[in-house]
């Protein structure tokens, strides 16, 4: 099984609306794994995270609460499931993938500039 098969295996998918709600309502963080280029393209998710991919690995454990879901996004979810996965090998026990950033505007999700 390769690594992407068992991340997509491991953290469950979330669509924009339900990943609004849960955000609104202050029980979930949005993390961007993108890098900067792509962020100035599209914008990020209001209120998110930036914590690029390559920088998921040295993390500081305090760095992202564990008492709240992680809803992660890249461009087009591959990036965003296999950090996902990371994050579960490191302890945190709720992460989902939102997918793509794509999926969030389509669901009319807001959008801020870094």
């Given amino acids: 099984m390769s690594l992407l098969d068992e991340a997509q295996k491991l953290v469950p998918s979330i669509n924009g609306g339900e990943s609004m709600k849960l955000l ?5 963080v949005a ?3 993108r890098n900067l280029d792509e962020i100035n393209q599209t914008g990020m998710v209001k209120g998110a ?7 998921i690995a040295y993390i500081k454990e305090d760095s992202i609460p564990k008492t709240k879901i992680l809803l992660l996004y ?5 990036r965003s499931a296999i950090a996902g996965k ?7 026990s709720d992460v989902r993938n ?4 794509k999926e969030w505007i ?3 999700g807001p959008l801020e500039s870094i």
Avoid: K, N, W
Wanted: net charge negative.
């Fill in 49 to 55: 995270v930036h914590l690029p991919f390559e920088q």
């Fill in 86 to 92: 990371m994050l579960l090998d490191r302890g945190y």
């Fill in 31 to 33: 993390i961007d794994v």
């Fill in 98 to 101: 939102l997918g793509s950033i």
């Fill in 74 to 78: 890249c461009a087009s979810g591959v």
């Fill in 106 to 108: 389509t669901s009319g």
């Fill in 24 to 28: 609104d309502e202050g029980h979930a």
